[in-house]
């Protein structure tokens, strides 16, 4: 078993807030709200071409193309966006789409793709939302059908969920066989919910055992984050850290920090740990102190400096973080207005700076960097339009997570 939060937290170097984020940005004349309106008719326009299927995990030239929703990680961000439209309009035209695309996940776990920790990001912002927004019975037995799944891919040894590949067949990657990532903390939302839902404290005590094992192995004690790391299955050995989408091995990739700032914000709300609100502050600050004039970070931190290459996605995951951690700070804690701003800063930045132009692109976010090595990058990627949707939200309305 891994150490206790509180030990783990005091392990890693706090380098504060920024002075940057003391003031509230001015927002006069980029007000939020018509930003929010803007992205809702662009997902609007979208409606009959991903209807029931879905935009691909990142553009082609700034245009989506179409994919099914046998595989991949990414299909639920935009089923998320329908969610979200819906709950801010009102309109059913949103919720009837989120709906026929809710057919398709249910068929997923019977014929598709489900040997992966991703069913969090998918189930939760399809089955969850669906089920928090409706009430429907059956979204919420998607859901942790789903569950299910994930815990299926826990090791007990090390204490954590295996991001990549079938656990029971090791022989067809030695690479991915007992690795743990750093995303991997932005799928636990999905065990949290299914212990609340069905009373059973498996789920949740799963997804604590792997916060702490992230802590102890994929957090460094400089504050940054390794982007994957291995254990022995059997003895729980550490192996060591190593990157996949970063730029080195021993280098920050940016959306990784922002994944663990956001997921281990939200394991302090659902565990009631003030001890991971701990960790991603600290988190948060390493990001803060290397980001962007603005507020938008190069898609890896130790990037050379003439890489100037960005990841908005990761800006608006962490602008969402950020909202979280405040939440979850206490009342009195000035941290959290510092946090609030920078989010503000990011989301106002994201949409002056980053904006897609309607007339070229059917997304919302250009800049985004889905896999820098693999010259993936400055195109739109579905999550990040996702989350500075959510961010959108979370800045102008009053609004009950998926997560
Ligand atoms: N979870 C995969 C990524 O962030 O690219």
Redesign the pocket.
């Known amino acids: 078993m891994p150490r206790a939060p509180s030990v783990l937290a005091a392990t890693v170097t706090d380098e504060g807030v920024p002075e940057r984020y003391a003031e509230r940005p001015a927002l006069d004349r980029s007000d939020l709200g018509p930003r929010l309106s803007d992205a809702v008719d662009r997902i609007d326009d979208n409606v009959d071409q991903f209807y029931d299927q879905f935009p691909g995990p990142s553009s082609e030239d700034l245009v989506y193309q179409p994919t099914d929703n046998m595989d991949g990680?990414t299909t639920s961000f935009w089923t998320g966006q329908f969610w979200l439209a819906h709950e801010v309009t009102g309109r059913e035209r949103f919720r009837d789409a989120a709906e026929t695309q809710l057919r398709t996940f249910e068929r997923r776990l019977e014929e598709g793709s489900v040997t992966t920790h991703?069913l969090g990001f998918l189930y939760t912002l399809s089955a969850v939302a669906g089920y928090e927004v409706t009430g429907d019975d059956r979204h919420r037995e998607t859901a942790v059908a789903a569950a299910d799944h994930l815990i299926d891919r826990f090791w007990d040894a090390p204490g954590l969920i295996q991001a990549w590949g079938d656990p029971d067949r090791p022989e067809e990657d030695e690479w991915v066989h007992g690795r743990m990532i750093v995303?991997t903390m932005m799928n636990l939302p999905l065990l949290f919910w299914a212990s609340e839902a069905t009373g059973e404290d498996a789920y949740a005590a799963i997804a604590e055992t792997h916060a702490r094992t992230n802590a102890e192995h994929v957090v460094r004690p400089d504050g940054s984050t390794f982007h994957t790391f291995q254990c022995d299955v059997e003895s729980g050995e550490p192996l060591g850290g190593e990157t996949h989408?970063g730029y080195a091995n021993d280098s920050c990739w940016a959306?990784g920090q922002a994944?663990a700032v956001y997921g281990y914000a939200l394991a302090a709300e659902y565990a009631n740990e003030s001890a991971y609100a701990d960790l991603a502050a600290k988190l948060a600050n390493y990001y803060l102190h290397r980001v962007e004039a603005d507020h938008v970070p190069r898609w890896d931190f130790d990037a050379p400096d003439d890489d100037e290459m960005r990841d908005t996605s990761a800006a608006a995951i962490a602008a969402c973080g950020l909202v979280q951690l405040a939440s979850v700070l206490p009342a009195a804690d000035d941290r959290a207005d510092r946090y609030r701003n920078a989010a503000l800063a990011m989301l106002d930045s994201l949409g002056e700076h980053y904006a897609a132009d309607p007339e070229r692109s059917n997304g919302l976010l250009t800049d985004a960097a889905?896999n820098r090595g693999e010259g993936d990058y400055d195109e739109c990627c579905i999550w990040g339009d996702y989350f500075y949707v959510e961010g959108l939200v979370r800045a102008t309305e009053s609004w009950r997570r998926y997560w």
């Open positions: 990680w991703d995303d989408q959306r994944w889905y």
